[in-house]
Nanobody, 113 residues
Framework: VQLVESGGGLVQIGDSLRLSCTASGRTFGMGWFRQPPGKDREFVGISWTGGEIVLADSVKGRFTISRENAKNTVHLQMNSLKVEDTAQYYC???????????WGQGTQVTVSS
């Protein structure tokens, strides 16, 4: 499966941004990870086929994930962005529960003060 991301960019504190990711086929779970400068990759959130959505505590209340199953697409709506949200954001998916993650190429989000 291939994942294509879009929507990254340079924004200011408090702005909003939406990332999108489209998979080349059906997936079981689709979501997002991010890697801040000089840090390890971290979980942001994921949407499972059954409808369950899990978000990291650090983004709850500011980020939402939505999914268009018919289009194999997942969106990450990011509101009230903070400088600490600056990172390379990666779309990820699983084809089955417990399976490995497949990764997109990443898209940069920079939040400027």
């Amino acid at each position: 499966v291939q994942l294509v991301e879009s929507g990254g960019g340079l924004v200011q504190i408090g702005d909003s941004l939406r990332l999108s990711c489209t998979a080349s086929g059906r997936t079981f779970g689709m979501g997002w990870f991010r890697q801040p400068p000089g840090k390890d990759r971290e979980f942001v959130g994921i949407s499972w086929t059954g409808g369950e959505i899990v978000l990291a505590d650090s983004v709850k209340g500011r980020f939402t994930i939505s999914r268009e199953n018919a289009k194999n697409t997942v969106h990450l709506q990011m509101n009230s962005l903070k400088v600490e949200d600056t990172a390379q954001y990666y779309c990820a998916c699983k084809l089955e529960l417990g399976g490995e993650y497949y990764w997109g190429q990443g898209t940069q989000v920079t939040v400027s003060s």
